[in-house]
């Protein structure tokens, strides 16, 4: 069997969960069938992987053309797959015309929905009804979606009525508990701007509307004047939603210090450590399929404190591994709290809690790595995804 894996995001270009669990799972389905990654971007060394450029004459065209040129790429080269799997938007339409082309099956996974990110807009204008397009065919279309949660295909069977619930299955995103593991390194977290011995909030992700980090930079300003702020954050979608946050952290570091913005992405090692080092971590997401970040804090010890949303609940056991924060959402796809000051003032309450008790942010960071262990561990996530395919294959 070969598989043709489409995919945006791939080494070294990693900017979000999707480019992670794409990492692993092709490293974990290669122990036992054929792989070729067909990524975006440059040539890449490593065997059994080519990068695509954005062909030269859409190069100054709208970004969500620039996608549908790659992706017309990679439907050309999956001639002798057996099957073809494309991960998120930018790369399900390869994976649709790969299908029609090739008469082969078609395995999409859901990451997120372009339904569900109207702020997307903002950033694509007129592709982003494009992308929706795109996004919807391939889901009514596909021989199966995966869903990385339950409440991922809660929301899929929601968004997009017209997909038949036999074929979508729930193959949880995982974590690599070789490399996401406790890093006890001090002096390497000194270097990047962050005290060791100071309770710490850390926040991980980009700066989207869906990971929620103006509503944690309103909570942050609410706790005990003793506890550092760790902002890991990076890759603005909108430069409004930069300048929206650039406003809150000068706020912040006004009226206390302690406020340390990372906005490189850290090496995995660095990454590590810094988690490590904090108290607890914190995920004010209103838009979350599952959420990987969550399990990488999980997996070095961190207890989270996380918005009871989307997939994060079959994530983050509240008050064992965490705090689930509650929130009212609106339904119009924005996922806006209707109480933005509750939610703020739950927030930080939460994370009050945590930081006050280390003991017990000790403990639920322990069961936090021990769930990660038996729950999410991504050699059995693979050996599903791969029981999917050979059902779908077999003659």
Known sequence: MR???????????????????????????RRSIEVQVRCFGAPRDEADTTGYPVPAELAGANAVLGTLGVDLQFAQDAAGASLVHSHTWYANHGGRLASMLHGIPHVVTAHSLEPLRPWKAEQLGGGYRLSSWVEREAYETADAVIAVSEGMRRDILR????????????????????????????????SLGVDPDRPTVIFVGRITRQKGLPYFLRAAAALPPEVQLVLCAGAPDTPEIMAEVEGLVRELQASRDGVVWIDRMLEQ?????????????????????????????????????????????????????????????????????LDPDRFVADLAEALTAAVSDPD???????????????????????????ALYRGLTVQ
């Not at 598989?3 to 389905?29: M, Q, S, W």
């Not at 009525?161 to 000194?190: C, F, K, M, S």
């Not at 996380?306 to 591994?321: L, M, S, Y």
């Not at 790595?369 to 059995?380: K, V, Y």
Request: glycine fraction near 10%; charge should be negative; include cysteine.
């Open 360 to 386: 017990r942010a000790r403990e639920q960071g322990s069961a936090g790595r021990l769930r990660a262990q038996t729950q999410f561990g991504w050699q059995s996530i693979a050996d599903q995804t791969l």
């Open 159 to 190: 968004v997009y009525p017209q997909v038949d619930p036999a074929r979508t299955h729930v193959i949880y995103n995982g974590i690599d508990l070789q490399r996401w593991h406790a890093v006890d390194e001090p002096d390497l977290v000194r």
């Open 3 to 29: 598989v043709d894996l489409l995919t945006r995001e791939y080494p070294p270009d990693i900017y979000g969960g999707a480019g992670v669990h794409v990492t692993e799972l092709v490293k974990a389905l």
């Open 269 to 337: 090692h660095e990454l590590a450590a810094a988690l490590s080092a904090a108290t607890v971590f914190v995920c004010p997401s209103i838009y979350e399929p599952l959420g990987i970040v969550n399990l990488e804090a999980m997996a070095c010890g961190l207890p989270v404190v996380a918005t009871a949303t989307g997939g994060i609940p079959e994530v983050v056991e509240d008050g064992v591994t965490g705090r689930l924060v509650p929130i009212e959402q609106a339904t119009n796809g924005t996922g806006t709290p």
